[in-house]
Nanobody, 125 residues
Framework: QVQLVESGGGKVQVGDSLLLSCDFS????????LGWFRQGPGKEREFVAA?????????RYADSVRGRFTISRDNLKNMVFLQMNGLQPEDTAVYYC?????????????????WGQGTQVTVSS
C-alpha cells in the first residue's frame, strides 16, 4: 500500500519561495508517476505539476505555475519535491502530493490512486 506524506508548507510573503516535500512509502517507487495538485479556498482541486517515473522523468506544468514551480524526484530517497518561487496570493492553497502507475490518471483525468493529506501554503501581500 502506498502512503504519501507532504511537508514544507507555511505562511510566506509575495515573491518568497517554498520547497514542498513528499515522502513516499510502499513498494516500487520508481514505477510510479508523481504529481502535485492544489485546492484554494472555495475552488476545486487543480493539477499543478507531474513528473514521469524513473530517473530523468519528463515534467509537465499547469500554465499558472510554469516558469515559477519545479517538480523533481529523488529515486534513492523515495521523495518528490515542488520548488515554488515567486509566490503570489493566488498560489494560496492546500497542496497535495499524488502517485499513480498511470500518467494519464494524473495529468488528464486528475484522479490518481494515491493522495497525501495535504500541506497548507498561504501567501500574503
Amino acid at each position: 500500500q502506498v502512503q504519501l506524506v507532504e511537508s514544507g508548507g507555511g505562511k510566506v510573503q509575495v515573491g518568497d519561495s517554498l520547497l514542498l516535500s513528499c515522502d513516499f512509502s510502499g513498494p516500487a517507487f520508481n514505477d510510479y508517476h508523481l504529481g502535485w495538485f492544489r485546492q484554494g479556498p472555495g475552488k476545486e482541486r487543480e493539477f499543478v505539476a507531474a513528473i514521469k517515473r524513473h530517473a530523468g522523468g519528463l515534467t509537465r506544468y499547469a500554465d499558472s505555475v510554469r516558469g515559477r514551480f519545479t517538480i523533481s524526484r529523488d529515486n534513492l530517497k523515495n521523495m518528490v519535491f515542488l520548488q515554488m518561487n515567486g509566490l503570489q496570493p493566488e498560489d494560496t492553497a492546500v497542496y497535495y502530493c499524488a502517485a499513480d502507475l498511470s500518467l494519464h490518471k494524473i495529468q488528464e483525468l486528475k484522479t490518481p490512486d494515491y493522495w497525501g493529506q495535504g500541506t497548507q501554503v498561504t501567501v500574503s501581500s
